[in-house]
Structures are given as structure tokens and as C-alpha cells.
């Protein structure tokens, strides 16, 4: 009879991709982004084990929608107060935090429980072509 081995978080090994969103669809980018954090493109994925790799991604601020949402959606805060909820366009927050939208979007694809938080920390988002994380030795995914 065989069995299925359950990867243990001690057996695992975080490796690191780089990915570059430029002129590339939010939705798509997101959803290769949060595979790769969360580890499904592994063979011995385990649901309950943080198998995932580390993200590092380029150009935040060059990413597309389609359609009518870049003047259309809308990123919504509320700090509990009342008149405390703010709403900021698709507009706004691509010129004042593109790296806010594609964390965004990627958060909302993770696990909403202590391995979702922290598969996040391993996303790393810049607006430039450039980051610090050569040590790491990642490798270039292409989406």
C-alpha cells in the first residue's frame, strides 16, 4: 500500500522567483503570484504546511487592467470611526501606491489564517527594475 508523505515545515526549503508584471493583466499576474507563494506548483504540496516560495516582483507600477476599470474600481478603507471610510480610484492608487494593488489582489487569493500572513511577508514588490534580494539567488519566472 502506499502512502501519501506529508511534507513537514522543518523538511522545507523556501526558494525565491522573480517575476516582472510590466504590461501584464493584474488578475493573471495575481493569481501566478499567490501559486507560487502558496506552493501549488509544487508535486508534494501539504494544505497545511507553508511550502510556498518567496516573490519578487518588478514593475508594480506598469501593470494593466482591461476594460473600464482603471476608471472605474475602487480601493476601499474604513478606520472604524465614523466617516472613517475612505475610497480611493484605480487612478489615484496606481500614481500614489502601485505596490498597494497588486498586494491587494494577491492577499484576497492567500489563506485568511497564520500561513496566509505569512506567505505575505514573503512578497516583495518594487516599481523599478531593480532589488536587493540577489542573495537570495532567484530565479526569473516568466508569466
Not at 35 to 52: A, E, I, Q, S, V
Not at 79 to 88: A, D, I, L, R, T
Amino acid at each position: 500500500m502506499n502512502k501519501t508523505k506529508m511534507v513537514r515545515r522543518e523538511d522545507v526549503d523556501h526558494k525565491w522567483f522573480v517575476v516582472d508584471v510590466k504590461d501584464k493583466v493584474l488578475g493573471r499576474a495575481a493569481t501566478t503570484i499567490a501559486t507560487l507563494l502558496r506552493g501549488k506548483n509544487r508535486p508534494d504540496f501539504t494544505p497545511h504546511t507553508d511550502l510556498g516560495a518567496g516573490v519578487i516582483v518588478l514593475n508594480c507600477d506598469k501593470v494593466k487592467v482591461t476594460g473600464n476599470k482603471a476608471s472605474q474600481k475602487v480601493y476601499k478603507s474604513f478606520s472604524g470611526y465614523p466617516g472613517g471610510q475612505k475610497e480611493v480610484k484605480y487612478n489615484k492608487m496606481i500614481e500614489k501606491k502601485p505596490e498597494h494593488i497588486l498586494r491587494h489582489a494577491v492577499k484576497g487569493m492567500l489563506p485568511k489564517n497564520s500561513i496566509g500572513a505569512r506567505m505575505i511577508k514573503r512578497l516583495k514588490l518594487y516599481t523599478g527594475t531593480e532589488h536587493g534580494h540577489s542573495a537570495q539567488r532567484p530565479e526569473v519566472i516568466e508569466i
